[in-house]
C-alpha cells in the first residue's frame, strides 16, 4: 500500500526501501519489547 502511493510521487527506489526497512525495524522493536514483557510476567 505505502510503496504504491511512493511510486506515484516518483520516490526513489532507495527511498521505499528505507522506509520499508524502517517500518520492519520498528515493529520488530516492538514486538520485542511484548516478547521481553510477556516472558517478564511468566
Keep these: ?11 526513489n527506489l532507495v ?4 522506509v520499508l526497512a524502517g517500518i520492519c525495524l520498528v515493529s520488530a522493536a516492538f514486538i520485542f519489547s511484548i516478547i521481553k514483557k510477556l516472558n517478564r510476567v511468566s
Excluded at 527511498?15 to 528505507?18: E, K
Design 15 to 18: 527511498t521505499i526501501w528505507g
Design 1 to 11: 500500500m505505502v510503496p504504491g502511493i511512493m511510486w506515484g510521487q516518483n520516490f
